[in-house]
């Protein structure tokens, strides 16, 4: 039995947008995270734009691929991106879950579908 063929994707409708601040939602059911720009005034909210929602094993899916493909850039770059402490804490990120950036990567797993 033949595989079938992927089609390439078609984005040109889709809006393209910058996040430097979000949110996430857990529920039993489905997960979201709600993307924004951080005010650059203390006295002014952030501004939230757009929010994806997913099914739970979407989102464990997506979470695998992205820390397969930024470890994979981080080892092909030679750097090391980092988060300071104080930001951890903040995210509610514990540093052992942090060290998981660390850990040897294969790079014959794998690759971004």
Known sequence: MQKP???PSDHSDINESF???FETHLTDWSYAIT???RSVR???PHKYNSQERMPLAQAKALAVLMLGNIR????AA???IDLPRDVLEKLQIPQED???FREPLDLDGPVTP
């Open 98 to 100: 942090w060290q998981l």
């Open 5 to 7: 063929q992927r089609l």
């Open 72 to 75: 994979r850039y981080e080892q």
């Open 78 to 80: 030679g750097i090391d």
């Open 42 to 44: 203390p006295d002014e």
């Open 19 to 21: 996040s430097d601040v």
């Open 35 to 37: 993307f924004g720009l």
